[in-house]
């Protein structure tokens, strides 16, 4: 199977920082293009940020300046680093992207399971 996992969500106070990782399994061979969203309860899943294969990336203004995405092609990682964190930035945290496997088999839109962020005090 191919897929992609987040993790590094938790809870933290206002002002402080968290980094998220989107790993693809095993069987994936390389990350394209990805997407860092997330949904608060009752509302519509947003974009965050997204980052090109080649390492391009694209913010929403809500996280402009706060919020950082890498990726590590060598572990088929994805990173969103996430600093100056607000109440408002709570939600749940998924990434998506095109994966190809080890066979060359393309895989478009993949999702993750999601990771909780929650920023309170």
């Known amino acids: 199977q191919v897929q992609l996992v987040e993790s590094g969500g938790g809870l933290v106070q206002p002002g402080g920082s968290l980094r998220l990782s989107c790993a693809a399994s095993?069987?994936?061979?390389?990350?394209?293009?990805t997407g860092w969203y997330r949904q608060a309860p009752g509302k519509q899943r947003a974009l965050v940020a997204i980052?090109?294969?080649?390492?391009?990336?694209n913010y929403a203004d809500s996280v402009k300046g706060r919020f950082t995405v890498s990726r590590d092609d060598a572990k088929t990682t994805v990173y969103l680093q996430m600093d100056s964190l607000k109440a408002e930035d709570t939600a749940v945290y998924y990434c998506?992207?095109?994966?190809?496997?080890?066979?060359?088999?393309?895989?478009?839109?993949?999702w993750g399971q999601g990771t909780q962020v929650t920023v309170s005090s």
């Open positions: 095993g069987a994936t061979f390389s990350i394209g293009q």
């Open positions: 980052i090109s294969r080649y390492g391009t990336v």
């Open positions: 998506n992207g095109d994966l190809t496997d080890s066979g060359g088999r393309s895989f478009f839109n993949v």
